[in-house]
């Protein structure tokens, strides 16, 4: 009998090693080698290829692959052109190349040019690799202007390639050194989990799908928290509680001294550093705080 496997795209480019970093504390091992586009997974169930985030939309809905990792950008861009699609968004994945975040495409001109607001820009040239989305986007504004693909350098183009851009950014930095300005946000775009919408049907596939989904989201719920627990005597108890913001409320155990209970808790990591001091002036002993990998809600 074949042995099931899922055939799972993972985005080549800016998002590969965020995703291999993801994939490990979700408890999956990918093994990149720079010889080979089909990375190796500790999952006997699960065979990787490398594909371009920009084209993993096209190769679920063609059924080349069963699932894949790509940016809700080129999702839109991919129906931008085709219409419907066969393609089931599984889970959203707020995770980026520097950042656990969103990332925007934004409509951007020179900080000296006359522009001030899309509708300033008919007639004009917009540079861009979001070309389809960005069409869509001026056409609802009823701004008939022309759109050009971009190869690579956008932010360099205006004011003499062309007048405007759309580029995609996390924190801005590239727009401002370019003395850019942005007039607005033409789509904001995070990682998802696509699926084939046939594969979904497939009994196997749909619960690998499902559970992959379900230990992604939980590493991603684990960024930037920790587990902490510590003992406490029961008078004091509530001063310590006071002090907790809890992920929903902390778990609070009997010891085999009555008198006292243990207290488990989960935190921002940024707020540990101010937090430990406190609960120690509250009472608070055996303080431990450890790393999460997972939290599942």
Known sequence: ??????????????????????????????????????????????????IRAQEMARYVSDGVLDAGLTGADWIAEYRAGNGDTAITPVADLVYAKQSFGKVKWVLAVPEDSRFQRPEDLAGCTVA??????????????????????????????????????????????????????????????????????????????????????LLLNAAIAAQGRVGMMLNVRRE???????????????????LSDEGWVAVNTILEEKTVRELIPRLKNARAEGIVEYPLNKIVV
């Open 1 to 50: 009998m074949k042995e099931e496997r899922l055939k799972l795209g993972i985005p080549k480019g800016s998002l590969q090693d965020a995703t291999v970093q993801l994939f490990a504390r979700a408890g999956y091992n990918i093994y990149v080698s720079s010889r080979s586009y089909f990375p190796a997974i500790d999952d006997p169930g699960i065979a990787c290829m490398l």
């Open 128 to 213: 861009t690799e979001l070309v389809r989305a960005t069409e869509a986007y001026f056409a609802e504004r009823q701004v008939e202007l022309n759109v050009e693909f971009s190869w690579g350098a956008t932010e360099v183009k205006p004011p003499v390639l062309a007048d405007a851009i759309v580029e995609v950014t996390e924190t801005g930095s590239s727009l401002r050194a370019n003395r850019l300005r942005i007039l607005d946000t033409v789509l904001e775009s995070n990682t998802q989990l696509i699926a084939n919408t046939a594969a979904l049907t497939h009994e196997w596939k749909r619960t690998k799908v499902e559970h992959l989904a």
């Open 236 to 254: 004091h108890l509530q001063a310590v509680l006071d002090l907790l913001p809890a992920l929903r409320r902390p778990t609070i155990s009997p």
